[in-house]
Structure formats: C-alpha cells, structure tokens
C-alpha cells in the first residue's frame, strides 16, 4: 500500500522557522516533491528531491532520507502570506504522484 | 501568460445532471492529469493522458469520464453527479511521466452538487 504521513496542522510566529515533516511507505520510489496550497486555490510547486540531502531554494529548503522514508520542508523568515497548506507527494513508478493530506500552516504576528 | 487554465473555476450542478470541466495548457506538456480533492483531503489521481493514451485508475468510478481531444485541451465528463462528486477537480500536466518532471496544476473547479 501507500501510506504518506504529515502533521494536521502547525502555528509558527511570523520572522520564525518552521519544519514541517513527512514521512512515507510507498511501493516503488522515484522522488518526493512539496507543494503549497493556499485555500481554495491550485497547488503550487516548491521543491523536488530524489536524492538524499538538502535542496535549498530560498526561504525554503527541502530535506530527504530514502533509508528513513523520511523528508522535511524548512520555511525560514516566516511571512504572513506563508499561511497555506503544505503538502508532501511521492511520485511512484509509472510516474504517479501520490499525495500526503497536507500539512495546514497558520503563520502569526 | 497562464499555463494552466480551468474552466469553469466554479460550476453548480445538479443531481444526477451530466456535466463537463475543461482543462487546457500552454505549455504544450505531453501528460494531462485529473485529480479529485475533497475538503481538507488530499488531492487523489483519477486518470491521465500520456499524449493520446488513457490511462485510469482502478478505483477511479465508471461515472467519471475524460477525453482529450489534442495535445492542449482535456476534459472530465461526469455523467450522472452525485452528492459525493461535490469536490475540487484539479487538472495538472507534466512534459512526461518521467522521474524529474514536475506536475504544474491549473487553478481548479470547485464543483457544487445540489
């Protein structure tokens, strides 16, 4: 089966950083990617890793360990506007992306 | 210059009435992909397109249809709506199915079953 996990929910204070986890047992693994999704509008692509380590964009940085089915997106310098949910996906063979149920952000003054 | 475009953003509909979402792409990507998202839930895969094949998943319902008629335009019938179908409908494409492509997703359609 598939199975990803994420947190609910998270508040994180606005100037602070956030880590926001995800861990994942899936069949077959061909890379894990981020997305934000603010209310009622389309995912949008933050980051993709498919090799062990840290990829860095930014404010926001993404984290991988296939050995631990385990990954991290880090939002440094929290604004406001970062408020939004965040979700893990896990693209498995064909090339099927998997989703987590997303992790909702609520960043405070 | 949007890349992803959904039409209707909002469609009411009601039960049991056949109706149809579109989904067109600039970005001239060989896959179009059809998500579900209920509130608060992921976003699950229905079916896609890798070019002109039709590919769908096995739990996806008979009631839920999708044609793509050339490389820009795809489109989600669904044939006789129920109050369960009342979602987000998510359209994304990727240049292919490869690992390293990434999925770009159109601003959705808010479906309302009444």
């Known amino acids: 089966g598939q199975n990803i996990d994420q947190p609910t929910e998270m508040t994180a204070t606005e100037g602070a950083i956030v880590q926001i986890n995800c861990t994942y047992q899936?069949?077959?693994?061909?890379?894990l990617f981020w997305y934000q999704q603010h209310a009622g509008e389309a995912p949008t692509f933050l980051s993709y890793n498919v090799l062990d380590g840290l990829e860095e964009k930014g404010r926001f940085s993404s984290f991988l360990s296939r050995s631990k089915g385990y990954s991290y997106l880090l939002l440094k310098e929290l604004q406001m506007k970062d408020s939004a949910s965040y979700l893990c996906a896990v693209k498995v063979p064909p090339g099927k992306l998997i989703f987590g149920q997303g992790t909702t952000l609520q960043v405070k003054p | 210059d949007a890349m992803v475009i959904q039409n209707p953003r909002y469609q009411v509909t009601q039960f049991g009435k056949p109706v149809t979402l579109s989904c067109s792409q600039t970005l001239n990507h060989n896959v179009m992909y059809w998500y579900q998202q209920k509130s608060s839930q992921a976003p699950k895969l229905l079916f896609h397109?890798?070019?002109?094949?039709?590919?769908n998943e096995a739990d996806t319902p008979d009631n839920f249809q999708s044609r793509r008629p050339n490389t820009s335009f795809c489109f989600l019938d669904i044939r006789s709506p129920g109050l369960g179908d009342a979602a987000m409908y998510l359209c994304?494409?990727?240049?292919?199915?490869?690992?390293?492509?990434?999925?770009?997703f159109g601003p959705g359609t808010r479906l309302t079953v009444l």
């Open positions: 899936t069949s077959g693994f061909n890379g």
């Open positions: 994304a494409t990727s240049r292919g199915p490869g690992d390293l492509d990434t999925q770009y």
């Open positions: 397109y890798y070019d002109k094949d039709f590919n």
